[in-house]
C-alpha cells in the first residue's frame, strides 16, 4: 500500500461521533454524506468521484458503486461483517479493507444470550401481560417457560462472539456447548476455559442434539441460506433457533414452517434477510418469534469504540501505516 501522508479525500456515509469526525477533518477533506437520505444522495455519489477513503456502513458498497470510485484506496467498515462489500472487486483493485473486530464481541454475545433467555423463560409475551393488564391470577403451566441451565447449545459460528456465547453458556449457565465452525479450534491454547466444555460437532449431529441452536455466522456464499427446511427438521422436537449473525444465512420461508408446522419451540433473530423488516413480514408479530432490530452491537460503549477503532484504521491507512483491524480476503 503505497498512500502519501498530504491530506486526502475522505467520505464519511454514516454518522460518527462529534469527536470521531474532528480527528478525520484534522488530518483530511472530509465529505460527509449519507446515500440512505435522498437529499444526500447526489452529494455522496459527487464525493465518491474524488474519494480516497470511505468510512461507514450498513450500505452495499458493490461494484457499480466502486466504478464510480477510481481513486479509492481504502474502506474502512463501521462492523466486523464485510458481507456489504465486493469483496472480489475490492480485491482486483487492492483496496484495503477494515473492520472492527473485538471491540463488539461481548455486547454482541450479551444480545445473543438475552435472546436465548428471552425465548427460552418467554420474557416478551409474559412481560406483555403485565404491561397489557392481563396479569389477573397467576399464570398457569400453558404459560410457563423452559429451563435454559443444563440445556445443551449449539453454536453455528464459532470464532470471537460465538466463543463469547459459549462463555456465558458453558460457565454461567453449566449448558453442555457443541459447535460448527470451517475447522476445530484448539481450546487448549486459544480457550483454556472452554477446554472440556465445547465440542466441534458436524452439523447435522449438532442439530439433532443441542436444545437451543444460536448462529452467529458470517454472510458468505457458503453460508447463505445454510439453514433451510433440511437442517430445520434436524432439529430436536421442541428446540429454540437463535439468529444474532446474518439474517440471509437462514431461509426466512423454511423457518416460519418449522414454526407453523414442525415442532420447533420459538426463534429469537436479530438480524433478518432484508432490513429493516419488511413490514409484511410474517416474522414481525409471529407469535412464536421474539424479533430485535439487528441490535447485536448497539451500546453506547460498544457503538462508540467501534467509531473510534474505525477512524483510527481510515487514518492509518491513509498514513500508510498498517491498519490495526484489515480484513483479510482469505481469512475464514
Ligand atoms: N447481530 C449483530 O449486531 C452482529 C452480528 N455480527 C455477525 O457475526 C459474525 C461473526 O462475527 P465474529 O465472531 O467476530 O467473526 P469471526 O470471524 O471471529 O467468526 C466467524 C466464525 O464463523 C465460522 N464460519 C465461517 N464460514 C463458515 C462456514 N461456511 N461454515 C461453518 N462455519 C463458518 C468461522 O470458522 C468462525 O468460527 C459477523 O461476520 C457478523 O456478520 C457481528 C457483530 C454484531
Ligand atoms: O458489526 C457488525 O457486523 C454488525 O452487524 C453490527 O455491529
Not at 429451563?147 to 454461567?172: C, N, P, S
Request: glycine share 10%.
Amino acid at each position: 500500500m503505497t498512500i502519501s501522508s498530504d491530506r486526502k479525500k475522505v467520505l464519511v456515509f454514516r454518522e460518527l461521533p462529534p469527536d470521531q469526525l474532528a480527528r478525520l477533518q484534522a488530518r483530511h477533506d472530509v465529505t460527509v454524506a449519507n446515500p440512505r437520505l435522498p437529499e444526500q444522495l447526489p452529494a455522496f455519489q459527487a464525493a465518491l468521484a474524488t474519494a480516497e477513503g470511505l468510512i461507514g456502513s450498513s450500505y452495499k458498497i458493490d461494484e457499480a458503486l466502486l466504478a464510480a470510485a477510481p481513486r479509492l484506496k481504502v474502506i474502512s467498515s463501521v462492523s466486523v461483517g464485510v458481507d456489504n462489500y465486493a469483496l472480489d472487486a475490492l480485491a482486483a483493485r487492492g483496496i484495503v479493507l477494515c473492520h472492527t473486530p473485538g471491540v463488539l464481541t461481548e455486547t454482541t454475545a450479551d444480545t445473543i444470550f438475552s435472546l436465548v433467555m428471552a425465548t427460552s423463560r418467554r420474557l416478551v409475551e409474559l412481560a406483555g401481560l403485565v404491561r397489557e393488564g392481563r396479569w389477573t391470577r397467576n399464570i398457569g403451566e400453558e404459560l410457563f417457560g423452559w429451563d435454559v441451565h443444563g440445556k445443551t447449545l449449539g453454536i453455528l459460528g464459532f470464532g470471537r462472539i460465538g466463543q463469547a456465547v459459549a462463555r456465558r453458556a458453558a460457565l454461567g449457565f453449566g449448558m453442555p456447548v457443541l459447535y460448527h465452525s470451517r475447522r476445530p479450534v484448539d481450546l487448549a491454547r486459544k480457550a483454556p476455559e472452554l477446554a472440556g466444555k465445547a465440542l466441534h460437532t458436524p452439523l447435522d449431529e449438532l442439530l439433532r442434539h443441542a436444545d437451543i441452536v444460536a448462529a452467529v455466522l458470517p454472510l458468505s456464499n457458503e453460508t447463505r441460506g445454510l439453514m433451510g427446511g433440511r437442517e430445520f427438521g434436524l432439529m430436536k422436537p421442541g428446540a429454540i433457533f437463535i439468529n444474532g449473525g446474518r439474517g440471509a444465512t437462514v431461509q426466512e420461508a423454511a423457518l416460519l414452517d418449522a414454526l407453523d408446522h414442525g415442532t420447533l419451540r420459538a426463534a429469537g433473530l436479530d438480524v433478518f434477510a432484508t432490513e429493516p423488516l419488511p413490514m409484511d413480514s410474517p416474522l414481525r408479530t409471529h407469535p412464536k418469534v421474539t424479533a430485535l432490530p439487528h441490535i447485536g452491537s448497539a451500546t453506547v460503549e460498544t457503538r462508540y469504540a467501534m467509531a473510534v477503532l474505525a477512524t483510527t484504521n481510515l487514518l492509518q491507512a491513509l498514513a500508510g501505516e498498517r491498519p490495526t483491524a484489515v480484513f483479510e480476503m482469505t481469512a475464514g
